[in-house]
């Protein structure tokens, strides 16, 4: 990548998310690109799709979150594991604010920028679920796929603000129901 690319897309970034903090994954690419001070072609050509800007955003957090999966996998308690990955997940989702929905929509679009992320999220997940199962310690009627879904419904619920005073609570009742023999 020339030099002036890369400044534009560095600066991009870190544009990007200063925008998406303060407004969300939906604010504005125009507003982006003006903050940036770059041309909202040279925005589209560097990222094509919201969701392209999003996966170039979040892929070193979807990594980090995958990784500590597998590092939860092999200590500790297989509930504590997933719990701990549980809420580390959705904290992630809270911090990005609107990011889950793109995630949802990502999941089952295998054209989308971010499917690839989201799969490996789900996938990492999904390992903690099974795992936790084959312990005895987790619900044996429960997917990767329903627990991904569980992670957006809270999340989702940390987002609303008459909500989100409830949203430990039910992530304490929501754990109740997918772990067997916890202590709450």
């Not at 050509?45 to 597998?70: G, N």
């Not at 580390?88 to 604010?97: G, L, N, Q, S, V």
């Not at 879904?149 to 430990?168: F, G, K, T, V, Y």
Request: hydrophobic fraction near 45%.
């Amino acid at each position: 990548m020339r030099a002036d690319a890369k400044k534009n897309y560095d600066q991009l970034l870190a544009t990007a998310r200063e925008v998406f903090t303060e407004q969300g994954a939906d604010a504005s690419l125009r507003d982006i690109a003006r903050r940036a001070e770059v041309g909202l072609g040279t925005l589209y050509r560097h990222f094509p799709t919201r969701e392209a800007l999003l996966e170039a955003l979040l892929r070193s957090s979807f990594d980090a979150l995958a990784a500590k999966a597998r590092e939860l996998e092999s200590s500790g308690a297989s509930d504590e594991a997933l719990v701990s990955w549980l809420q580390e997940t959705i904290a992630f989702t809270h911090e990005h604010r609107g990011v889950i929905a793109p995630m949802m929509g990502a999941i089952e679009d295998p054209e989308s920028a971010l499917h690839a992320s989201c799969v490996m999220l789900r996938a990492a997940g999904a390992s903690l679920l099974a795992r936790a199962q084959a312990d005895g310690n987790a619900r044996a009627d429960l997917d990767g796929s329903e627990l991904f879904d569980l992670i957006a419904a809270l999340a989702w619920l940390r987002e609303q603000p008459s909500h989100a005073p409830r949203a430990d609570r039910l992530f304490s009742v929501i754990a109740d129901a997918v772990l067997v023999n916890r202590d709450a």
